[in-house]
């Protein structure tokens, strides 16, 4: 019994990804070679992920990047072999779901009548399980996108961030209409509108950074994922928008903190993207920036020397660079009422009673320091709860 479900792993053709997933390798293993250390092992990672198979099965499957998948995400025709293929392998994923860990010991060669780690199984009906995850597939995507909803990219690969800035729109105090401005762009993406690229400028500390990863941690279950770059990375723009062309989803790619200087070679690696270039045109990413010049180049009076006979004209290149982003939204140091509304804000959000009193410190504490901005409010609020202010 245990080799035909050891066969049926080896031929699956649509989800034969899930082979690639530790667990299942080693009940593969278990499978073909019925020994009490292969039941250990599988045993053992099984219960990484908690103690029922059918749970496991059903997450690794729905979650599986497939062929399949893939035509569906792209709105294309899938032929008949390969829906038959999906119909004939869900059936027996959800039967090898189901096998017992009672009867995988029987075919163990051991003296122990018992095993000492068993496993849950369910009746799921993963056909109908399949189904309602193709109806998400615009929201919920597939493959990594399916688990993760924020990226970096490491070695030319996209890597899941697994524990994510957990910043919440909620939690963000003042700059109402400034985020309101980002926000609708961000509904305009997830809604197929034109969104354009945005740029987030202004003083440092007022929250243009975590107005993305707020905006992205909203509407993450609307199909929002977010890719941050680093300015280095700007070269391996293009790839990275091949890598999510056709993905039903809608991206983010974040850079934060962006400045240039007049001889950047990545000055022209992100002016390429965003004069639309044929690599460029996908409709289901925005570019996002921040960055605390409005003109993002850095200009030096002794850039205006040399020999350069059209000077002018490549100095209004350098700092038109902004004016390529539809969005510009400004972030800028808030006044004194600005600046006290938003310590009162979180003062309610750590529970502390906002007096006079704490007021007037956490003005003095900007003061002190780099002026006022949402960062010193926090910053404040922060020791103040510790009782370190």
Known sequence: MLKEYAEGLQSLAVFRGILKNETIGKLLALLEEPTAK?????????YTYGDSLTDLMIEIVTEDENPYLKRLAELKEVPESIDSAVRKELSFLQKLSRLSSEKVWESVNSDIKTPFAEWRTENRDFPEIYRDRIASLHTKGFGIFA??????????KLVPVKNPDPQRLSQLSGYVSEREKVIANTMALLKDKPAPNVLLYGDAGTGKSSTVKAIVNEYRDMGLRMIELTKAQLGELPSVIEKIAGNPLKFIIFIDDISFSADDDNFSALKAVLEGSAAAKTSNMSIYCTSNRRHIVKERFSDRDGDDVHASDTREELISLSERFGLKVAFLKPNKD???????SLAGQY??????????????????????????????IELESAGKC
């Open 338 to 344: 600005t600046y006290l509304h938003i310590v009162e």
């Open 38 to 46: 292969n039941y250990g092992d599988f045993a053992g990672s099984l």
């Open 147 to 156: 688990k993760y909803h924020v990226f970096v990219l490491r070695d030319g």
């Open 351 to 380: 529970g502390i009673e906002c007096t006079p009193d704490l007021l007037a410190r956490a003005e003095a504490y900007a003061l002190r320091r780099s002026g006022r901005s949402g960062r010193a409010a926090k910053h404040f």
